[in-house]
């Protein structure tokens, strides 16, 4: 009997999915380049609010794992390195692809560079500045100690997105990248005192494609000057920084879960906020009403067509399947089920405070 072929996938190196405790811990003493972006409003999934919760421990960070996108970008992570491997070969510009532990191996100067006590993230300026790259470039044919220029070493990052997150890149090949990820290339480039990160990106498992960031040592210093200021301002003075965006409401909601049973007096703050949601309140339903109107004009103009593609967008107006519901209540009470089973069954969710807005009289 032949023995099985190994898979290709077998010899490339497997990742740790998610962050042991001690690291959890170990990362709220520190920023890292995947946070920078939070820190300057320009993450669409976290807040500079989201951030301080974590850093001053009032809220418990998430695992880096345990989401989807995570787990799959830490599960594909050495298969990006792979393809980032192929292409420069492609290129034969003679470089190849380093872990971490591969790179500290091979190049003394980074072998005592400072790092945290899990050894794979990297301390800058001060000891807050932290960065964890997920790959290191190298050019074979540059001596281990004697590093030429930016080309010689620099490092790589492993994304993966579908064709829709995509589009916020450029052109491949360029240094187009969105401004998450351009904040983390700087910020691991200064770290490591380098000036080139890689970005490579593979697009709904199918297709990679290549970026290449150079970093300006002016740019990475007013970058970091920025965080500078703000881990000062808000981390180690433990103050909390200003409601910048509608999700900062899950905080606050966990923050302020008891309820005060009794009337807050109006004050000059108070009421500024709550003019300022009323305009945004009406401004939504023109905007709905709007929306709605426009809706009217295209189905109208499309008939019983059952999409258009346009410039501007794609409509679809097609029969979708009836969605099935079951009444379980009625099923209950069909099978003579006794209470005390359907109660059984029954769970009540955790108690949470509601925000309910109402306009005042006229304002609607």
């Known amino acids: 009997m032949t023995a099985p072929t190994a898979s290709p996938l077998s010899t490339l190196a497997q990742p740790t ?4 405790a001690a690291q959890l811990a170990e990362r709220r003493t520190g920023l890292g380049a995947s946070e920078v972006a939070a820190v300057l409003g320009l993450d669409r999934y976290k807040s500079p609010l989201d951030v301080w919760a974590e850093k001053t421990g009032r809220v418990v960070p998430e695992s880096s794992g345990d989401s989807g996108p995570a787990l799959m970008g830490q599960l594909l992570e050495p298969i990006v390195a792979t393809l980032a491997q192929r292409e420069y070969q492609k290129q034969d510009v003679g470089l190849e692809v380093l872990t971490v532990k591969e790179a500290v191996k091979r190049l003394p100067w980074l072998a005592v560079k400072r790092r945290t006590p899990s050894g794979s993230t990297f301390i800058g300026r001060e000891d807050w500045q932290r960065a964890s790259p997920d790959r290191f470039v190298l050019r074979q044919s540059a001596a281990d100690y004697d590093i030429q220029s930016f080309s010689d070493l ?3 990052e492993c994304k993966t997105k579908s064709w829709k997150t995509f589009r916020d890149f450029g052109l491949p090949g360029s240094d187009q990248v969105p401004y998450a990820i351009l904040c983390q290339a700087i910020w691991q480039a200064d770290v490591l005192e380098l000036e080139r ?3 490579g990106v593979l697009v709904d498992g199918r297709d990679y494609h290549p970026f290449t960031v150079k ?6 210093l007013d970058l970091y000057e920025q965080v500078h200021d703000w881990w000062h301002r808000y981390v ?4 909390e920084p200003p409601v910048s965006r509608g999700s900062d409401v899950q905080y606050l909601r966990s923050k302020f879960d008891q309820v005060r049973d009794e009337l807050m007096p109006s004050d000059p703050d108070v009421e500024q906020a709550v003019a300022q949601l009323a305009d945004a309140r009406r401004a939504a339903k023109d905007a709905e ?11 109208r103009l499309m008939g019983d067509y059952k999409a258009v593609h346009t410039p501007y967008g794609k409509v679809s107006f097609g029969l979708v399947k009836g969605a099935a519901r079951t009444d379980w209540k009625a099923v209950a009470e069909a099978a003579n ?4 089973l359907v109660q059984s069954h029954t769970k009540i969710g955790a108690p949470s405070r509601q925000f309910r807005f109402t306009a005042a009289a006229g304002d609607n």
């Open 17 to 20: 999915v998610g962050l042991t």
């Open 337 to 340: 089920a006794p209470a005390e």
């Open 289 to 299: 009403a709007a929306e709605e109107l426009a809706k009217a004009h295209v189905m």
């Open 197 to 199: 990160v890689d970005v």
């Open 154 to 156: 620099f490092l790589l």
């Open 236 to 239: 180690v003075a433990d103050v």
């Open 215 to 220: 970093v300006e040592h002016a740019l990475a």
